[in-house]
């Protein structure tokens, strides 16, 4: 059975940095566009970032570009997501998914397969 685990999120101050990491068993992620996705206290889920099946095409959201970097590695079978910068606003529980086709959107309907998430604190 296809499944993420996510890690590395964690109490961090305002301006910190942290690496997410979306790790996969029993598969290789090469085979899926990855993406990740927020749900902060009270607020609807939505979309942070995609990585392409290669790695070689990215898109993020408004709210994250320039403080938000994804990558993958291969050899690793793992998925990044570096957040630098962080800002209380971006208090969520963070997911990653994984879907079959890379459209470059975040949306949440396109990914088939959910981890549990990794919660993210920022708060001084």
């Known amino acids: 059975q296809l499944q993420l685990v996510e890690s590395g999120g964690g109490l961090v101050q305002p301006g910190g940095s942290l690496r997410l990491s979306c790790a996969a068993s029993?598969?290789?992620?090469?085979?899926?566009?990855i993406g990740w996705f927020r749900q902060a206290p009270g607020k609807e889920r939505e979309g942070v970032s995609a990585?392409?099946?290669?790695?070689?095409?990215?898109n993020y959201a408004d709210f994250v570009k320039g403080r938000f970097t994804t990558s993958r590695d291969s050899a690793k079978n793992t998925v990044y997501l570096q957040i630098n910068s962080l800002k209380p606003e971006d208090t969520a529980v963070y997911y990653c998914?994984?879907?079959?086709?890379?459209?470059?959107?975040?949306?949440?309907?396109?990914?088939?397969?959910w981890g549990q998430g990794t919660q993210v604190t920022v708060s001084s």
């Open positions: 998914a994984a879907s079959r086709y890379y459209s470059g959107r975040l949306l949440q309907i396109e990914y088939n397969y």
């Open positions: 029993g598969f290789s992620l090469d085979a899926y566009a």
């Open positions: 990585i392409s099946h290669s790695g070689g095409y990215t």
